[in-house]
Structure formats: structure tokens, C-alpha cells
């Protein structure tokens, strides 16, 4: 249904293509806190692009030396953030927006017998969003299932005047299904990289691998 702006920041060469090419090294992944960094960098280079944006108000600041005439945003964001690969990208959206809100969102992967799997959500832990801008992230925008899922449960917090959605690297197939999905039309898509393929097991190809794993380790 809906039809958002996209933004694909990997089609303009700039510093963020650079540490996208190190998340996918596997020579570069074996090093976590690089990796994890990588991904924070990543999340600061989303918040200056979604910045501009946003709402700006002006505000007389005083200085030593008399009253600087300065911009600050008018409202602050709340970032959203499905856990667990999301933390690292959240930590580097809130440097850069300091006084942001914060919601956390638990969806996983529930597989079943045949190979497939449905997406759960076991955990929203969110502020009031009516009236507010959301920016909801994920690094991997696989399926897209989970990513609109929780947009979904976030609803119940109120409804955000527009949101964000934010990943690093996406397929083209959960770009489609976010686009086919979202039941509203306000909101922008912004991505790192779109690769063409998925496995069958919902994995991005060539993608980067597990980025949970790749940030925190191997889960049992
Ligand atoms: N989640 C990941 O961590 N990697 C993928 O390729 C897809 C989903």
C-alpha cells in the first residue's frame, strides 16, 4: 500500500560504502568491536540524513561575547530498535540524536518443521509516539516481515506523524514487502545497500552473514 521516499545512501559515494564494504569482509568480521563500530558509524551517517529532515526551530544561545541566533530541533525523535542486532546502529543514532526517546522491540524467528518460519514479537518497550517522528531500525531488511511487524506492534504506542525505517543492507524482496505492507504511507526508507538475493533460509546474498552473530556471537 504504501508508497515512501526512498533513499539508497550506497548509490552516492560517500564514507558509508566504506564501512558497509568492511561489514561484508569476512577477513574484517572477525574483529566483533570493528564490526559493532562499523554498524554505530553507519547509524550516526543515517541520523545527519534523516536530520535534515526534520523540524528545526530557531533559539537565541548566548555566548561570551553576546547572542548567537543558532537552529535546534524543534521536537526530538523517538528511535525504535528490534533487538538484538539492532543495539549497535541504535547506539549510534542516539549519539547523534542525545535526547532521543528510545523503544525496543523483541522479534525473532520462530522456525517451523518445514524449514519455514513466522515472525514473533515478545517484547515492545516504547514511549508514547502520537504526534511524534519515529525512526525504526534494523540493519538486515531480509523478508521485510519483521521490520513491518513491529511498526505494526508500535502502533498500539500511538500513531508517529511519520516514520523513518532504517537498514543497512536490504534485499530487494524486503524493500517490496515493506512497500506491499506498511498500512500507512507516511513514512521514508532509508538504506545502506540493496542486494538481489535471498537464500531459502532468509538470508541476504552476498549480504554480510548473521549480523546478530557477527555482533554479539553465536546464539545456541
Ligand atoms: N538477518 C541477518 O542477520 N542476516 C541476513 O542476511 C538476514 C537477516
Redesign the pocket.
Known amino acids: 500500500m504504501g508508497k515512501p521516499k526512498i533513499h539508497l545512501l550506497g548509490n552516492t559515494s560517500s564514507l558509508i560504502n566504506q564501512y558497509v564494504s568492511e561489514l561484508r569482509d569476512e577477513n574484517v568480521q572477525t574483529d566483533s568491536l570493528r564490526f559493532r563500530f562499523n554498524m554505530e558509524r553507519i547509524g550516526w551517517i543515517f541520523a545527519y540524513e534523516i536530520s535534515r529532515k526534520l523540524i528545526w526551530e530557531k533559539k537565541d544561545v548566548v555566548t561570551s561575547l553576546g547572542v548567537a541566533s543558532c537552529e535546534v530541533l524543534k521536537q526530538q525523535p523517538v528511535i525504535a530498535t528490534i533487538l538484538r542486532?539492532g543495539l549497535p546502529m541504535h547506539q549510534g543514532l542516539l549519539n547523534a540524536f542525545d535526547k532521543a526517546e528510545n523503544a525496543f522491540i523483541s522479534a525473532y524467528r520462530k522456525h517451523r518443521k518445514d524449514g519455514r518460519f513466522d515472525i514473533k514479537v515478545e517484547y515492545v518497550s516504547s514511549p508514547p509516539l502520537s504526534g511524534k517522528t519515529l525512526i525504526l531500525s534494523d540493519?538486515?531488511?531480509?523478508?521485510g516481515a519483521s521490520m513491518v511487524l513491529s511498526y505494526k506492534e508500535l502502533l498500539g504506542k500511538g500513531k508517529p506523524v511519520h516514520t523513518h525505517i532504517v537498514s543497512i543492507?536490504a534485499?530487494n524482496q524486503g524493500v517490496e514487502y515493506v512497500k506491499k505492507s506498511m498500512p500507512d504511507e507516511d513514512y521514508t526508507l532509508w538504506l545502506g545497500a540493496v542486494d538481489d538475493e535471498?537464500?531459502a533460509r532468509?538470508?541476504?546474498?552476498p549480504?554480510?552473514?548473521?549480523?546478530?552473530?557477527?555482533a554479539f556471537g553465536s546464539k545456541l
Open positions: 542486532a540493519p538486515m531488511l531480509a523478508t543492507l534485499s535471498l537464500t532468509a538470508y541476504i546474498v549480504g554480510l552473514g548473521d549480523a546478530g552473530d557477527l
